[in-house]
């Protein structure tokens, strides 16, 4: 979801997840990714996200229903470092397919991230996402909710003591804002004692 930190890596992920919830509802991913030297970092990704099957569904004429809906998209991503991996830029597009019912509609969906390291314990990042053509249901068009974000992460310096090898700690602060949504704020503390407390 946030293409820029995929520069980071020099090595092969693959991913394949199964969820279930429910009444069916069903969510299959599978993305794989591949670093290139001197080039960047590719990911190629997939989703397919179902209802399933409702037993006893009726609909407004109190007549047996049986719904269908199908979401499906695939995504390609590309992120690079500059600057001795303290600067990464990633880019992300999806296309996406949805079928409700006899309802279809298809979409591209476009991202943008940046993230940003100045010295080893302070990062910054700016993203956006959902960027892109509206959708259509029964020809009534929808725009995208479009997401802009931005966050920091402040690890304070260490002393070289044994007592400070044995505890770290990290501050998160981040802010978001969809169209049309309320804008949202989140804190995190990420923090470790010696080897087994976290």
């Known amino acids: 979801t946030l293409p820029a930190s995929t520069a980071l890596t020099s090595r092969y992920h693959f991913m394949v997840s199964h969820l279930e ?6 969510n299959e991913y599978i993305a794989g990714l591949f670093p290139i030297i001197d080039i960047g970092t ?10 399933g099957q409702f037993d006893y569904a009726y609909d407004i004429d109190e007549k047996p229903s049986h719904p269908f809906a199908l979401e499906s998209s695939i995504s390609f991503s590309f992120a690079r470092s500059f600057l ?5 830029l990633g880019l992300l597009g999806s296309y996406i397919e949805s079928h409700l019912t006899k309802d279809n509609t298809r979409t591209v969906n476009l991202g943008v991230d940046l993230w940003g390291q100045p010295v080893s314990f302070f990062s910054l990042r700016a993203y956006g996402r959902n960027m892109g053509p509206p959708v259509s249901y029964n020809e009534v068009k929808e725009p995208q909710p479009i997401l802009v974000g931005a966050s920091m992460s402040f690890a304070p310096p260490r ?4 007592l400070s090898s044995e505890f770290d700690a990290s501050l998160g602060i981040g802010i978001a804002k969809t169209a049309d949504g309320p804008l949202r704020g989140a804190v995190g503390l990420d923090s470790k004692l010696f080897k087994y407390i976290h």
């Open 42 to 51: 590719f990911v190629v990704a997939t989703r397919f996200f179902t209802l």
């Open 159 to 162: 002393a070289d003591t044994v």
């Open 21 to 26: 919830w429910l009444m069916g509802l069903r």
């Open 84 to 88: 001795n991996k303290r600067l990464s």
